[in-house]
């Protein structure tokens, strides 16, 4: 059964700090590896989507790259803004229809 | 294109009532999945249609039902509610539907939904 599990569940840092979120999963079998933003009570949005094949991938100020042999994925976000405070989550696709995600990273971007 | 909708966005309903809940993809998707998203059990898989079938479907009881009609628009129904079943129940539309490395899904806004 995949498992995806993101640390921390919580971060909270000053404007203007490069962070990083983790992800790991632990079936290493899959097509495609997603990261998400949802703010409080809203739908989700994608961010970033990582082929299996591929390494990294970037927008703007997000930088998410994929280690599929060691089942781990990092979404880095440059010089951090108040807007990106928000909860983030991971997900992998292996087919189906069907996204397995984590429980979410919390963040919070203080100004 | 417009986004994925659903309606109603908020809900109330005492236990044991049955609720609808709809979703309209965007145009020209043709898959539709549903997610339950509660704070103890996070985001799960309730299950997925393609051309008005069921395809797949995740672990949650015979109570949790769906439909997809030939327009793709989907209805997602809970009969004999449960407090346990509030929570916010997303749809997404995918415009491949066939699986691989290029699927993606689009969420729509949600219905919180809350059981008294």
């Known amino acids: 059964k995949q498992e995806v599990t993101q640390i921390p569940a919580a971060l909270s840092v000053p404007e203007g700090e490069n962070l990083v979120l983790n992800c790991s999963f632990t079936d290493s079998a899959i097509y495609n590896l997603q990261w998400f933003r949802q703010d409080p009570g809203k739908g989700l949005t994608s961010l970033l989507l990582i082929q299996s094949s591929q390494r990294e991938q970037t927008s703007g100020r997000l930088n998410a790259s994929l280690d599929k042999s060691s089942g781990r994925s990092t979404l880095y976000i440059a010089a951090s803004q108040p807007g990106d405070s928000a909860t983030y989550l991971c997900a992998v696709y292996r087919g189906a229809q069907k996204l397995v995600f984590g429980q979410g990273t919390r963040l919070t971007i203080n100004p | 294109k417009a986004g994925v909708t659903q309606t109603p966005r908020y809900l109330i309903k005492t236990r044991g009532q049955q609720v609808t809940l709809s979703c309209s993809p965007i145009?020209?998707?043709?898959?539709v999945s549903w997610y339950q998203q509660t704070p103890g059990q996070g985001l799960q898989f309730l299950f997925e249609y393609f051309s008005e079938t069921q395809r797949n479907k995740g672990n949650f009881p015979g109570r949790f039902s769906g439909r997809q009609f030939s327009n793709s628009r989907s209805e997602m129904n809970v009969s004999t509610l449960e407090l346990g079943d509030s929570a916010l129940y997303l749809c997404a539309s995918s415009p491949y539907g066939q699986g691989g490395a290029q699927e993606t899904q689009y969420f729509g806004p949600g219905t919180r939904l809350l059981v008294l």
């Open positions: 145009s020209g998707h043709r898959s």
